[in-house]
């Protein structure tokens, strides 16, 4: 599964219509939720906060064509909590 760079750019234009300043705003608060979404996930003291973690990661994810991230967090979902799978997540919001 490759990243698609502009997946992103483009929902949010098919969202939005063209107004460049919007969609880096909405850019913004999209990989802001996502982090949001991954300390939830890091934080996570059981294995129903960290699979509705993932869910909520996941759900953002796929609302903003995020590709990557949104089969990333649903694989996360049914995993066990751990380092590897945050340090996966952690890169793919990084290339946001």
Known sequence: MAYDPGAIDAALA???GDEPGLIAELRLAFVESAQR???AM???TGRDEWRD???????????FGAVRLMALAGEAADAP???PTIARLRRSVARL
């Open 14 to 16: 098919a969202a939005v």
């Open 42 to 44: 890091e934080a996570a």
């Open 37 to 39: 979404a991954l300390a």
């Open 81 to 83: 909590q751990d380092a």
């Open 53 to 63: 973690a993932a869910a909520r990661l996941k759900g953002l994810a796929a609302s």
